[in-house]
């Protein structure tokens, strides 16, 4: 008889029954500052997550495909880099681009385990049965929880892992907190382990605030979509119709800044949080910033988190990148950026970082 390769499939949480009171204290907290904003993780409802879907197959909106892309080329080689046998994906989410990494291990023969981490229990539990299906012999063990507080959680290393934070979620952090995030992660990375960053790259501006500004309009029906979201989970009153979708490049910041601006001037009543808020004329409320990254930005920022970079992965068009960095271990000899892998940049002559042409995959 063949023998049966069982895959074993586990789900832990870790999210206390306090953070369920997370949106009643991000929106009176949010709402009653003088300049009014809203964490972004409200957006993503029932409604939310769809109408993300949908933006992520915009014409518009380059950044799904273009990292699907660069992993499509470079998967092959980022395993052989790392030699990875277990992947701990942070913000996991539907994770439809996770299996050109998890194939490629497979086809490796290193594949053991996957560990997706994310605050949505749902899709947690979904790609723990999904790929625990697909992929037999594999271990799963889902953390449904926040990547931010919880990486503590993880089960020990089962030898070289990857930690890929894929969709260039690390651009949503304020600066402070990216680099915060990022030096967290020294814990879950011994030395043999890597850490991938899917970023979105600095570019003209035109492309990007039409990526955040699509002619269709779904994303402002998504930006908006978290009055809708406070309407009906905290009894609120917004006129939807009576605020506006803002996106606009923040060339100093080198970030998108999403916002909702007040048509006119308006009273909200949110019966939930007992609160009556006002809007001036065109007054904004900032709902998500969204990074762009240079290399040399990158590197600060890996830098100061006491991490390394080992390779840059680009498209042709240099839209997207997805980066490849390791703790570094101090006594390490210094690196030039980049040692001897698949792209990637070069100083130019006025000494400002450039990317090169990506290399074709090897074969
Ligand atoms: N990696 C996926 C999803 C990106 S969307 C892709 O590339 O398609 C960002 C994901 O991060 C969402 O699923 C969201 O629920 C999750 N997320 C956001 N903040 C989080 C946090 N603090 N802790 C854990 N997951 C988080
Ligand atoms: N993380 C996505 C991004 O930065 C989220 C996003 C896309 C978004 N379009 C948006 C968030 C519009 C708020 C409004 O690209």
């Known amino acids: 008889m063949e023998p049966t390769l069982e895959s074993v499939v586990e789900v832990r949480s870790y999210l206390a029954p306090g953070d369920e009171r997370t949106l009643a204290d991000d929106v009176l907290d949010g709402l009653t500052r003088p300049l009014k904003k809203l964490p972004p993780k409200h957006l993503y409802d029932a409604r939310g997550s769809l109408l993300f879907e949908a933006i992520c197959e ?166 908006l979509n978290i009055l809708h979201v406070l309407n009906r989970e905290l009894g609120a009153d917004f006129d939807v119709d009576a605020f506006e979708h803002v996106a606009f490049f923040d060339r100093r910041r080198e970030w998108i800044e999403m916002r909702l601006r007040a048509t006119e001037p308006q009273q909200v009543r949110v019966e939930a949080l007992d609160l009556d808020v006002e809007f001036g004329a065109r007054e904004e409320l900032r709902t998500e910033i969204s990074a762009k990254f240079t290399p040399e930005s990158l590197h600060s920022d890996l830098a100061a988190a006491g991490l390394e970079p080992v390779e840059l992965y680009t498209d042709p068009d240099e839209l997207f990148a997805v980066s490849l960095a390791r703790r570094a271990e101090p006594g390490d000899e210094p690196r030039g950026a980049y040692g001897g892998g698949a792209l990637i940049g070069f100083t130019d002559r006025a000494g400002h970082w450039r990317l090169a042409q990506p290399r074709r995959r090897p074969g």
Do not use: W
């Not at 439809?96 to 497979?106: G, Y």
């Not at 539990?125 to 503590?152: I, K, M, T, W």
């Not at 915060?180 to 990007?208: C, E, M, Q, T, Y």
């Open 58 to 223: 915009l014409p518009e909106y380059y950044r799904t495909r273009t990292e699907r892309l660069i992993l499509e080329t470079y998967a092959d080689d980022i395993v052989a880099r790392t030699g990875a046998v277990e992947l701990v994906e942070l913000g996991s989410g539907s994770a439809t681009k996770t299996r050109l990494l998890l194939d490629a291990m497979a086809t490796a023969g290193t594949l053991r385990r996957y560990v997706p981490v994310d605050v949505s229990a749902a899709t947690v539990h979904a790609v723990a049965d999904r790929f625990c299906n697909e992929y037999p012999g594999l271990s799963v063990h889902g953390v449904v929880g926040d990547f931010e507080r919880h990486l503590s959680h993880l089960p020990p290393a089962a030898g070289p892992r990857l930690v890929p934070c894929l969709g260039g979620t690390i651009g949503n952090f304020p600066p402070g907190s990216r680099r915060r995030f990022l030096r967290g992660l020294g814990n879950v990375l011994d030395p043999a382990s890597h850490l991938l960053l899917g970023i979105d790259l600095v570019k003209d501006p035109r492309a990007l605030e039409a990526a955040y500004d699509d002619s269709a309009g779904v994303t402002a029906q998504f930006n």
